[in-house]
């Protein structure tokens, strides 16, 4: 159980690093919310368009908070 839970944080570090990376190109964000929204799809995970919302404020005020 415990390395189980290993693995799911370091996944869960990698999704948030490349969130972050993708928050921070130059780009649209609606265009990010969309290439983010992909990315999860390819990994199986579903969110709606308020979820995307929480998830993408999340991740920006996490990557404002580690500056």
């Known amino acids: 159980m415990k390395a189980l839970n290993i693995v799911v944080a370091f996944l869960g ?3 948030l690093g490349a969130a ?3 928050l921070f190109a130059p780009e649209k964000g609606e265009d990010t919310r969309k290439k983010i929204a ?3 799809r390819q990994k199986g ?3 709606n368009r308020a979820e995307m919302d929480d ?3 999340q991740i920006a005020a996490e990557v404002k908070d580690a500056e």
């Open 20 to 22: 972050a990376g993708i």
């Open 45 to 47: 995970v579903k969110l």
């Open 55 to 57: 998830l993408v404020d």
């Open 13 to 15: 570090g990698v999704a």
């Open 38 to 40: 992909d990315l999860l």
